[in-house]
């Protein structure tokens, strides 16, 4: 898929891995939908149009069903079509199983893999019609191998796992792919405020012995959005972590 001119709407992108992933697309030529549970800022769309796209904010939790059908129908009438996907918004709420309750849990699964079945949901529907699409969902290197503390998590991005599997199998026949990508320990907001001691210790875990950017995984956003011939995948941006395991 040629990238320019295409539509794009990314979840969660107002800051982190969903901000530079749209950075990303806006640079390549797309016009671009941006999402958050707030309100969009005029700043950031003013710096994605500053590369010649079109720029809107769609607000809206990706938790609701209905919610996530107005927000697509939103982009298609504001930019006249959706032609790629990618589920990026998510939270994490770490605990020991123990300590964790039905809350802290059910959270977990509404935001990270209930959204990612909503908005897949109803922007399938216009994808069908169009007999194309890209389909991208953000998983975790967590959803491969779990991690003490995020028995939360690693539920939710394993189970987005088998939705891309599952989706991919579906819509194939009409030209849409459904792909994952994996990121391990990527430098964000989140990242910096951990000691230098912690940091040390995941770095330990990385056969690159260095935490990704934010670039690497929009890089790879673009290159599946690309990419006619790949569905059904989950591509680590991990530097060998999972290699690991």
């Given amino acids: 898929m040629n990238i320019k001119?295409?539509?794009?709407?990314?979840?969660?992108?107002?800051?982190?891995?969903?901000?530079?992933?749209?950075?990303?697309?806006?640079?390549?030529?797309?016009?671009?939908?941006?999402?958050?549970?707030?309100?969009?800022?005029?700043?950031?769309?003013?710096?994605?149009?500053?590369?010649?796209?079109?720029?809107?904010?769609?607000?809206?939790?990706?938790?609701?069903?209905?919610?996530?059908?107005?927000?697509?129908?939103?982009?298609v009438k504001g930019l006249g079509s959706i032609d790629i996907l990618v589920n990026n918004a998510g939270i994490t709420n770490d605990k020991?199983?123990?300590?964790?309750?039905?809350?802290?849990?059910?959270?977990?699964?509404?935001?990270?893999?209930?959204?990612?079945?909503?908005?897949?949901?109803?922007?399938?529907?216009?994808?069908?019609?169009?007999?194309?699409?890209?389909?991208?969902?953000?998983?975790s290197v967590v959803g491969l191998i779990g991690n003490i503390g995020q028995v939360n998590y690693a539920a939710s991005k394993a189970g987005v796992i088998g939705l891309t599997k599952s989706v991919a199998r579906e819509v194939a026949a009409r030209g849409i792919t459904c792909n994952a990508i994996a990121p391990g320990f990527i430098e964000t907001e989140m990242t910096e405020v951990l000691s230098d001691k912690v940091k040390d210790q995941m770095n330990q875990q990385i056969p690159l012995k260095v935490f990704g950017q934010v670039e690497?995984?929009?890089?790879?956003?673009?290159?599946?959005?690309?990419?006619?011939?790949?569905?059904?995948q989950v591509l680590n941006i991990d530097g060998g972590l999972v290699m690991n395991g």
């Fill in 5 to 75: 001119g295409k539509n794009v709407l990314i979840t969660g992108s107002t800051r982190g891995i969903g901000k530079a992933v749209a950075l990303a697309f806006a640079k390549e030529g797309a016009n671009v939908a941006l999402n958050g549970r707030g309100e969009i800022s005029s700043e950031q769309i003013a710096e994605l149009e500053a590369f010649g796209i079109k720029c809107m904010g769609v607000s809206g939790d990706i938790a609701d069903f209905e919610a996530s059908g107005n927000m697509i129908e939103e982009v």
């Fill in 96 to 139: 020991l199983l123990l300590r964790m309750n039905e809350e802290d849990f059910t959270r977990c699964i509404q935001i990270n893999l209930t959204g990612t079945f909503n908005m897949t949901h109803h922007a399938t529907k216009r994808m069908m019609k169009q007999r194309s699409g890209r389909i991208i969902n953000m998983s």
């Fill in 216 to 232: 690497d995984v929009a890089n790879a956003a673009l290159f599946l959005a690309r990419s006619p011939y790949i569905t059904g």
